[in-house]
């Protein structure tokens, strides 16, 4: 069982910025993709973005491209989520995600499927 801890959440203006985190607790955490998703309120929760288990392939929904940059530290067991010029549409609880399959293919990223274990999410509020 892999166990997942998002932080870095917050009320923040429009315009400003903010970094998630998500601690992993898995010993061969580098051997896997990870993912960001989020809940805006009377939404399904969606795709923002991934990065691949060696961290030289990342990928974003286009909404998100140039702001956020996602990226991990296999020291430390941890993937962040570095937002810039943040938006209201921004708002929503975002979920960091791990898959249990090492082998995929990149489209396979973008599907909430393709992740077995998830965080408990963290609330990010934009205000305009």
């Known amino acids: 069982q892999v166990q997942l801890v998002e932080s870095g959440g917050g009320l923040v203006q429009a315009g400003g910025s903010l970094k998630l985190s998500c601690a992993a607790s898995?010993?061969?955490?580098?051997?896997?993709?990870m993912g960001w998703f989020r809940q805006a309120p009377g939404k399904e929760r969606a795709f923002v973005a991934a990065?691949?288990?060696?961290?030289?392939?990342?990928y974003y929904t286009d909404s998100v491209k140039g702001r956020f940059t996602i990226s991990r530290d296999s020291a430390k067991n941890t993937v962040y989520l570095q937002m810039n010029s943040l938006k209201p549409e921004d708002t929503a609880v975002y979920y960091c995600?791990?898959?249990?399959?090492?082998?995929?293919?990149?489209?396979?990223?973008?599907?909430?499927?393709?992740?077995?274990?998830w965080g408990q999410g963290t609330q990010v509020t934009v205000s305009s």
């Open positions: 995600a791990a898959p249990s399959k090492r082998v995929y293919s990149s489209t396979s990223l973008y599907t909430r499927s393709f992740y077995d274990y």
């Open positions: 898995r010993h061969t955490f580098s051997d896997y993709a």
């Open positions: 990065i691949s288990w060696g961290g030289g392939n990342t």
